[in-house]
């Protein structure tokens, strides 16, 4: 329940931007509404509890590269950090919210979404 509310909260704006979208017709509308649904739908098949759990080890991880920072092993956060992202990457369930995200993006897409693949990939995780 928690995480429909969220996907609400989360689109809102985005539902809003597109009614507003001066070129969007009525058919665009309507298809929106449908892939919008889909993601809704594929969001509801995430196990709550799976993801609290995700959410619970992400902050352990969080807290650890800091301390790890903090005393100066910056190679060691970045290691740890970069431990962490290839093991969430093949997690079932992170797959299953990246393809949800997906269909929300595919649904508005004439509206720009952060770009991924911006310089500056080569940052280390203690200067964030």
């Known amino acids: 329940m928690k995480l429909l509310i ?3 909260f989360l689109t809102t704006p985005l539902v809003s931007y597109a009614q ?3 070129q969007m017709n009525q058919a665009d509308m309507q298809k929106m509404m ?3 649904e889909q993601a809704r739908s594929c969001m ?3 196990d709550e509890e799976e993801l609290k759990a995700l959410e619970k080890r992400s902050k352990q991880v969080e807290r650890d590269v800091k301390a790890l920072c903090d005393s100066g092993k910056r190679d060691e956060a970045q290691k740890k950090a970069i431990e962490f992202g290839k ?3 093949k997690d079932p369930m992170m797959k299953q919210m990246q393809q949800c995200g997906e269909m929300v993006t595919m649904a508005f897409p004439k509206i720009a979404f952060a ?3 911006k310089p500056g990939n080569d940052r280390h995780v203690c200067d964030y």
């Open 87 to 89: 093991e969430i990457a």
């Open 44 to 46: 509801e098949k995430i």
């Open 6 to 8: 969220f996907i609400i």
């Open 34 to 36: 449908q892939q919008m």
């Open 20 to 22: 507003n979208y001066q």
């Open 115 to 117: 770009d991924e693949n």
